[in-house]
């Protein structure tokens, strides 16, 4: 959701800059839309840092010992991947 979000502030900010071209006494519309655009970057990389984060890979050690002799299975799995 949030790199949707950082996309979102990032096409509004661009809009205000580069489409619209209306004086307003009190705001100035150009500095809004680079804060928008700037802040819309911030979210979008966070998005992905948080994304990036999650889908981490673990490993798994299983020992069986089923006629004495010991057997060690690695398997590696994103956090993302269904169990068995």
Known sequence: MSIGT???????GAILVFAVN???E???LD??????MG???????????????RRSTESVTRTSDPAGERVI????RTSGDIQP
Request: net charge neutral; aromatic share 10%.
């Open 6 to 12: 950082g996309i979102v502030l990032f096409v509004i």
């Open 22 to 24: 209306v004086d307003v």
């Open 26 to 28: 009190f705001v100035n």
């Open 31 to 36: 500095m809004i839309g680079y804060i928008l």
């Open 39 to 53: 802040a819309g970057a911030v979210v979008f990389i966070i998005g992905i840092i948080l994304l990036a984060r």
């Open 73 to 76: 299975r690695t398997e590696s």
